[in-house]
């Protein structure tokens, strides 16, 4: 039988990377967004590529919510729609809005509509404390101890937590992945976009202040996207969640892998620690989802440069037109 992915947020960074991997597999894909540029997608896989169906929908409503499952009869799921620790702040009961009731009506639709599928759902290296976030040699452990300090960690944790409550009572398993800094061709919205787009000013021959530093987590969009498909197909039996593993880098070498390519690249950076640990314990991920594929931080880093390279050349709409 033919897979077929319903991708909430899948006109994001993460989605539109997901689209791009499954229908090069030969999947059918469902992007249920609502929002209005599908850039994104569009410079990852065309404007209307075969096997991909578009259906604007709005998470926040669970009716459409549900009749979004009813129609498409998706055999996987991977809910990535979020507001972003940004947007949150700006507008705390749309975020809950969004981050918070939207998962829990995509929750009840698998319930009903994904049979023995896994729920597969983004949360976020933001479900940790900052500094209270007890660390060994800088690494945390692989679930929080800390209390999240931002409202959008806050909800991420409630989402964890719902999907803990959602198996025990309703039986439905799920696999959350909490992703660290995404970089990559879509990554143009969010607190920790900033080194892609540095990325983007360094092809462009533009100068770029970086607005922290310190040492991160990095993982490219492409990659995310194959470790939340490898969830998604998870025969998994639980409400886990686990980190996502990526290249442990400082920003500088980050500026290093982009001056790798452009040796002329004028970046700076304010050299402050973002307020989650500085790595997390991500060891579980290969024993719950299996081995995902990644690019090498400098590969993954060219990769990123020589396709805004090509969009540049081709004007194309890079970043939304706000
Ligand atoms: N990018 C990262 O570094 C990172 C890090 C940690 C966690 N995450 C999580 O991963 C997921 C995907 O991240 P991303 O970078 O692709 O995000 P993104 O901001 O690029 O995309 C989010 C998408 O959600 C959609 N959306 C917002 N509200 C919606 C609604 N009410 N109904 C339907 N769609 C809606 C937006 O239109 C957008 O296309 C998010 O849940 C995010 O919180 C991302």
New binding site residues.
Partial sequence: MTERFLI????????AWAAHELLAEGAEVVI????TSDH?LRNLVGADPAGLTRDP????NPAAVMACFAKHQPTHLVH?????VPFCKADPIGGA??NVV?SIALMEAAVEYLGDSTFAY?????AYGGEDEPTVDGTAAADPQGKPHTL?GVY?RANEDSAAVYHADRGLSSIGL?????YGL?????V??SPTSAMLAAARGEAFHIPFGGRAVYQHGRDAARAFIAAARCDHDGATVVNLPGDEVSMDEIITSIRAVLPGAELTLDDVQLPFPPAVDSTDFARVVGDVERYPLDAGVADTIERFQALIAAGAEIVPQR
């Fill in positions: 909430t947020g899948g006109l994001g960074c993460i989605g249920a967004d609502l929002g994104r929908l709005d998470i926040t990535l729609a979020a507001l972003q809005s969004v939207g983004a949360s976020s290296v933001a959008y991420k909490r992703p660290y800094v995404v879509g990554r143009d919205q969010g920790t976009s």
